[in-house]
DNA sequence: TGTTCGATACGAAGGGTTTCGTAATAACAA
DNA sequence: TTGTTATTACGAAACCCTTCGTATCGAACA
């Protein structure tokens, strides 16, 4: 499952935060939650689904005259592939401009702010 | 100068890097740029950056035989948008998801990782 | 069995990006 | 001026994503 290149599309992602989000759905409930926020046909996303298991991003089985869909691809692991693209896309691959980009874009709460204060510390004592 | 909707393509980025990264430059500057890294013909980059001209991406003026072409967009302010599209479409919008998961992923140097923290507190003191 | 109705399958259009071949152009040199 | 060469302009193909209309299917029921 550790598939060299996963690039879902804008799309595709939309729907793959669904079914991580819901677990495994059928059509109706991804197209519903999607719809929710902008407004797109009902085979629109079956076909997209379709496509998306011929790619290997989605499994599914038969419930009665249903398809349950699940994602194949684990949120962690797509994550960490876009990001890798994104950081080396736009930030020259500098984590360090990233997060400081990030931070200062949007408030954190302090709390937030305190806590990856000191998962960094953790950070720097494991390295030493 | 400041676009609603930037959104360059992947290819268009790698151009704009090489003009934040170089300055104004040629065809032949950002076509060498590029094929080092990946095989690309010149025409191919020559119309992509007339294109990007009349998206308003680039700006050019002549010199002899040449075109000398600029980046429009500030750096800064295209990785802002960007950066505002994938924190949403993959983290959620959770910014210290994203923090998190960047330094865990990339080990920054001591260094880095103390001047991120030191970064972090300075944004403590400014809130309060 | 035959009808109905929700779900799936499929084709094709529309829009955008990327690619490159070829034609036109303009500077320079002979 | 004319030829040479680097550069630009342009068109079109190839590819991919997204969209949806329509056809097909199949389970449930009368």
Redesign the pocket.
Same mark, same amino acid.
């Given at each position: 499952m550790t598939e060299k290149h996963i690039k879902p *599309?804008?799309?595709?992602l939309e729907i793959l935060q669904v079914l991580w989000e819901k677990g495994p759905s *059928? %059509?109706?409930t991804v197209h519903e939650s999607l719809d929710g926020i902008r407004s %797109?046909?009902?085979?629109?996303i079956?076909?997209?689904m379709?496509?998306m298991i011929q790619k290997g991003l989605l499994t599914r089985k038969r419930d009665?005259?249903?398809?349950i869909y699940a994602a194949v691809p684990e949120r962690k692991a797509v994550q960490r592939q876009l990001l890798d693209r994104f950081l080396n896309g736009v930030f020259g691959g500098s984590a360090q401009k990233m997060v400081m980009q990030v931070l200062g874009q949007y408030r954190a709460s302090p709390r937030e702010l305190k806590e990856i204060r000191q998962y960094i510390k953790k950070l720097e004592k494991d390295k030493s």
């Open positions: *599309t804008e799309a595709e *059928t %059509v109706k %797109v046909g009902y085979t629109t079956l076909k997209l379709q496509i009665g005259r249903n398809h």
